[in-house]
């Protein structure tokens, strides 16, 4: 089966092509242009210069949060249309966990670790193992002073992506040898991982796919402010 994957909920817009085998086409930039002005003609030039049908494709997959409230909407919202026309099916991918298959073949405990606001991250953590991926908690909105709980109890190798994953290192893993920074090509957000942790889930039609944000929208909290 060929794998489409979208990721648009950060700065980076990507696009990845995969199948079992691994990568067969895939585009990564960091833009200024918002990602509903980028993603449909990179995804068009992907199959363009892969030279293979869009109704070759059997799922698409996109990183559906937690990240930028707008990206995310933008990546969900073309996977969805693109489901449609095309009729196949589609998954939602965990942002943190496809930050963790980016390093999977090493043997640590990587902690997922995205800026939100001031002193406040997404937070994951993953178990990987020369290729494989456990989970040890659920995606959640946490401050950094969780993480660096977190972390205390955490032996052996930890390796910390991210946006902030410097930030992170310096304030709550100063003291750890076995902790590193991933290497830069790894900490950041790319399409191919996408497809790869699609593999391994359960796909389902574009009705189903749903952004997940993890906190209020800015829209829901302005409501809730004037509710109040």
Known sequence: MLYLG??????????????ENGVIAETTM?????????????????F???????????????????????????GVAAV????MSLGCKCCGVSVLEELACNVSASDATVLSVLKARKDV????????????????CSDMVCSVEDVRTFAKKISGVILVVGDCCEEIKNRCLYDNYL??????????????????????????????????YLQDTKAEKDKAHSNS
């Open 179 to 212: 902790a590193r920074i991933a290497p830069v090509k790894d900490r950041m957000h790319n399409a191919a991982s996408v497809c790869f942790l699609a593999m391994r889930k359960r796909k389902y039609t574009a009705d189903k796919l749903e952004a997940v």
């Open 6 to 19: 979208i990721e648009t909920s950060a700065k980076i817009a990507s696009a990845a092509i995969c199948d």
């Open 80 to 83: 969805k249309g693109m489901c």
């Open 121 to 136: 991250v997404y937070f994951g953590a993953f178990r990987v193992h020369y290729g494989d991926i456990e989970r040890m």
């Open 48 to 74: 363009d210069d892969a030279d293979i049908d869009m109704k070759d494709i059997g799922c698409i997959a996109v990183a559906n949060g937690p990240g930028s409230y707008t990206g995310i909407r933008i």
């Open 30 to 46: 960091v833009t200024k242009l918002t990602h509903s002005q980028v993603i449909l003609p990179m995804v068009k030039r992907l």
